[in-house]
């Protein structure tokens, strides 16, 4: 049974910082591309950034400089780190693992909230 288990949300003010992590079971977690999706409330879903299994990162334009993505195969966990947060970063955030075959597993979400 695959699992992908999201911690490290919650409220923080303008400027702050937080660090995600992602803790995967049931995969072989070392040849899959990490990702961490968000979601705002009435928005789409969109990716925030990815990891591929030999490291390679890979950024939305809105957060490259303030995030980064990392990953500890010896855990099985992926992180992000999200420093000088600003209120448009509220989301839902969503953790993600792909194959190389495409099979696409997500975690359950964990809530960031960015407000003073």
């Known amino acids: 049974q695959v699992q992908l288990v999201e911690s490290g949300g919650g409220l923080v003010q303008p400027g702050g910082s937080l660090r995600l992590s992602c803790a995967a079971s049931?995969?072989?977690?070392?040849?899959?591309?990490m990702a961490w999706y968000r979601q705002a409330p009435g928005k789409q879903r969109e990716l925030v950034a990815s990891i591929t299994s030999g490291g390679a990162t890979n950024y939305a334009d809105s957060v490259k400089g303030r995030f980064s993505i990392s990953r500890d195969n010896a855990k099985n966990t992926v992180y992000l780190q999200m420093n000088s947060l600003r209120p448009e970063d509220t989301a839902v955030y969503y953790c993600s693992g792909t194959s190389i075959l495409a099979d696409k597993y997500w975690g359950q979400g964990t809530q960031v909230t960015v407000s003073s």
């Open positions: 049931g995969i072989r977690f070392s040849i899959y591309t």
